[in-house]
């Protein structure tokens, strides 16, 4: 059974649903230990002061903060918590926003939210909100705490449930401005368009997520199972990079031409 991370309410005008929120993920990576080389035996992080020549416990760690010019400021816990979020245990929802109008690259981490109790009033206001967001197909903004950062966060059906996401601020996006983009004489002729659109619907499915897997952790796992039998494992050799297409439309008419036969596969 999973377990909640956080538990509180959902604020919608007058209304306020008590939710729980769930972890949208599940941690699929294999994470190792760190050892020593020599005697395999796990290496642990300290703390330590070059000045004093001496390990630190937590309880005198400082927080410093180098400026541009290279000045050191120096700021106390209370000096910190000054700058804190209030803590409340409240969803406050600002505003309803068109999902298709939201750009996926402002997504961070996705969470579940479920009704906290089984009280009719709870159960009903939750799932009142849940139709009425599945019906206009709009999201809701809103801000909450979380440990101790405030995070902006949008609220949409999926599956018959509410799901939270946290989302990046305006400022932690990258603007393109200062990306280089394509020059103008790059642009490609009418017929090589043509031919790359009849490649994207050539490739062209449905989306199914379950499709998709982490073919990485797949083959590390095999490599831990031959090792725990005693095998020897080696580097397989690498494939050197595909060469510069010399000739675009060659090359599109080549890949549509691999599709048909089947000698490239398409997905299902």
């Known amino acids: 059974m999973a377990r909640s991370l956080w538990t509180g309410s959902l604020s919608f005008g007058l209304v306020n649903v008590p939710v729980a929120l769930f972890s949208g993920v599940i941690d699929t990576d294999i994470h190792f ?34 400026t541009d010019s290279g000045k050191q400021i120096v700021l106390t816990d209370e ?11 409240t969803i406050e929802i600002e505003a309803f ?33 849940l139709e009425v967001m599945g019906a206009t197909e709009r999201a809701a903004l809103g801000r909450f705490v979380l440990r101790t950062k405030e995070y902006l966060a949008i609220i949409r059906e999926r599956d018959g449930r509410l799901v939270l996401t946290t989302m990046l601020f305006h400022d932690e996006v990258r603007p393109t ?14 017929q090589e368009v043509d031919r790359a659109v009849a490649l994207i619907e050539a490739l062209a499915c449905d989306w199914d997520p379950a499709r998709y897997k982490d073919e990485y952790v797949k083959r590390l796992k095999r490599v831990i199972k031959r090792k725990e039998k005693g095998q020897t494992v080696k580097e ?12 675009l439309m060659a090359a599109l008419e080549q890949t549509l031409a691999e599709i048909k036969d089947g000698s490239r596969k398409a997905p299902a």
Request: aromatic share 6%; net charge negative; with cysteine.
């Open 97 to 129: 926003v068109d999902l298709a109008d939201v750009d996926p690259i402002y997504f961070d981490h996705p969470y579940v939210l479920m009704p906290a109790g089984d009280s009719e009033g709870t159960q009903r206001a939750y799932r009142l909100l």
């Open 177 to 190: 401005k200062g990306v280089p983009t394509p020059g103008k004489r790059a642009k490609p002729a009418k």
């Open 79 to 89: 000096e910190l918590a000054s700058a804190a979020p209030r803590k409340t245990r």
């Open 236 to 247: 397989p050799e690498r494939e050197e990079a595909p060469s510069p297409v010399p000739d």
């Open 33 to 66: 230990r760190q050892l020593h080389d020599s005697d395999h035996t796990p290496i642990e992080t300290r703390r330590y002061c070059t000045e004093e020549d001496k390990e630190v416990d937590y309880e005198e760690i400082g927080h410093g903060f180098e």
